[in-house]
Structures are given as C-alpha cells and as structure tokens.
C-alpha cells in the first residue's frame, strides 16, 4: 500500500476491523519510512452489473456516481455522512442481486426511493435534476405526490 504522504510503499497494519455488515474491512497502517499512520478500507471485488443507459449504450455499475449523487442531493442538509454511506451500500446491494443488467432508470427511481427516507428536500432536489422539470407545474405535482406519499405511510 502506498503511503499518501510520502509514496513509499511498505508498511505495516496495526488494526484490522470489520464493518457493521461485514462486507468491508478498517486497516490501521503506519508507514514504515515517514511513520505517519492512515486508514484503508478493504472490500470483496464482485462481479458488477452493466448499466443500460437510455440510448442503449452500456457502461459497469459505479457506486461512486450514486454516492456522489446523494452527496449533492443532502449538500447543507441534516443528512450524515454515515446514512448517506449506510443508503449507497444498500442500493448496491439490491443491484448486484438484481442480475446482469439493469437499466439506468430503475437505478434512478431506486435513489429517488432512498433519498425521501433520508430527507424530503434532498429528495426533491434530486428529483428536479433527475426528472428534467420543465416547469414550476411539473415540480408542484413532485411536492403534491411527496404529500400524498407522506400522509399515506403516517
């Protein structure tokens, strides 16, 4: 593992640990040139989905692109970081038991799903960008269907 303050490339862990799930490894490491000490985090490569984009063209899965997304939708939003991580790593899971391919709109509406548990206003904000309003009419029936939904599940 290479260093990431001084790029020398041997070191020695001094804690290992599993998250919550179990599907991720913590690795404490201290480099054994400059002694700074930083953190890796291992997981299980799996056999990732291909992503069907709406003109057919398909790409791999990327998890980064969904936690990037959720990261912007709750950006100055009471959503931590840890429920922002705790919706990707669910998200990813429903897709790699979904099969081999899936299409870009289900992953989409899926992130939609999440974000009006984590916070009706990040949702909203991904909803404008995701669903392409047009018009403030298109995002007052987004807020109204939010309102149905919620007094629906109260």
Do not use: W
């Amino acid at each position: 593992m290479k260093c990431p303050f001084c790029g020398y490339l041997e070191d020695k862990v001094i804690d290992s640990r599993l998250s919550h799930d179990g599907g991720t490894t913590r690795r404490r490491r201290e480099c054994l040139k400059c002694e700074k000490r930083f953190t890796t985090y291992e997981r299980v490569e799996e056999s990732l989905p291909l992503v069907v984009k709406k003109d057919g063209t398909r790409e791999t899965f990327d998890r980064n692109k969904i936690l990037s997304g959720l990261v912007k939708a709750c950006e100055k939003r009471p959503v931590g970081m840890e429920d922002i991580e705790k919706s990707v790593e669910r998200l990813e899971q429903k897709f790699l038991d979904s099969g081999v391919e899936i299409q870009s709109k289900a992953i989409g509406e899926a992130v939609m799903e999440e974000l009006k548990k984590l916070d009706e206003v990040a949702y909203v904000r991904f909803a404008s960008v995701y669903r392409e309003f047009r018009d403030i009419n298109e995002f007052m029936k987004e807020l109204k269907d939010l309102l149905v939904d919620k007094k629906r599940n109260k």
